[in-house]
């Protein structure tokens, strides 16, 4: 079984540490590691070290560090262009979408999308996603989570691909970068409108095959085709 993986703000210089907060509530208390154990400490950055439990107390750890380890971010990189979706649709697709590899997620308020963003709340919970699947996925990087944005607010940049049921190209037969950047456009629960798709410019509309999936699978599994060409799996 793979180490539990928590993060922290930055990796100590130890050997010795203590991981408390809430990361030491989940790790003493909810997953009930004890001394002998080992876990994993990452900062987010790419930053990775493997750590023993030295003693277990009421919402903390202490910790004997090993070495660490800097995993390099992907390259090419991939952005995730999500529309928003209501309910908890929008928070599966970014769960699913860290735990398959997206380096980025901006929220899309697409003119097609049911759901309004009117405060902040669906963007923390969006992050705190990504932050759960992070760990549930023992990745050294913490993809970054942007303000939601509309469709003229979009900075769309490198090889661009945008998920379209009636794209003739199939994401399999694409060219794809060797380095760089890849921003994949998954649209919201209504589809992606015409004069949206035409605001795109020189962006290849892909399709996956002939079904149609929800929005909240579709990024995952084309994060996932691209995953396996790109070498990451």
């Known amino acids: 079984m793979s180490l ?3 993060l922290v703000p930055s990796l100590p210089a130890g050997p010795d ?10 790790a003493a208390d909810v997953q009930r590691l004890t001394a002998g154990e080992a876990l994993l400490l990452s900062d987010g950055r790419g930053g990775l070290v493997r750590a023993e439990v030295t003693a277990a107390r009421k919402g903390a750890l202490d ?13 090419p990189s991939i952005t995730v262009v999500q529309g928003i979706a209501k309910g908890e649709r929008g928070e599966l697709a970014v769960q699913l979408l860290t735990e398959v590899g997206a380096d ?3 929220p899309w308020q697409a ?21 759960e699947a992070v760990k549930q996925s023992r990745r050294p990087w ?7 944005r509309t469709t003229r607010q979009l900075s769309l940049s490198g090889t661009v691909l945008v998920l379209h049921e009636e794209a003739t190209a199939p994401l399999s037969a694409v060219d794809l970068p060797s380095s760089g950047e890849i921003t994949l ?14 605001s795109f410019g020189d962006a ?5 095959g002939r079904e149609v999936l929800r929005t909240s699978t579709a990024g995952a599994a084309a994060l996932s085709a691209l995953s396996v060409r790109l070498g990451r799996w």
Request: aromatic residues 6%.
């Open 104 to 106: 980025r997620i901006v």
């Open 4 to 6: 539990p993986l928590f």
């Open 111 to 131: 003119a097609r999308s049911i759901a309004r963003w009117k405060d902040a709340k669906p963007l923390e919970r969006w992050r705190s996603t990504v932050r």
């Open 204 to 208: 290849t509309p892909v399709r996956l």
């Open 63 to 75: 910790l004997f560090l090993g070495d660490v380890e800097h995993v390099p971010p992907a390259d």
């Open 185 to 198: 456009v998954v649209g919201p629960e209504g589809g992606i409108a015409p004069e949206e798709l035409a």
């Open 142 to 148: 913490l993809p970054e989570v942007t303000e939601a």
């Open 17 to 26: 540490f203590r991981l408390d907060g809430p990361e030491g509530h989940h």
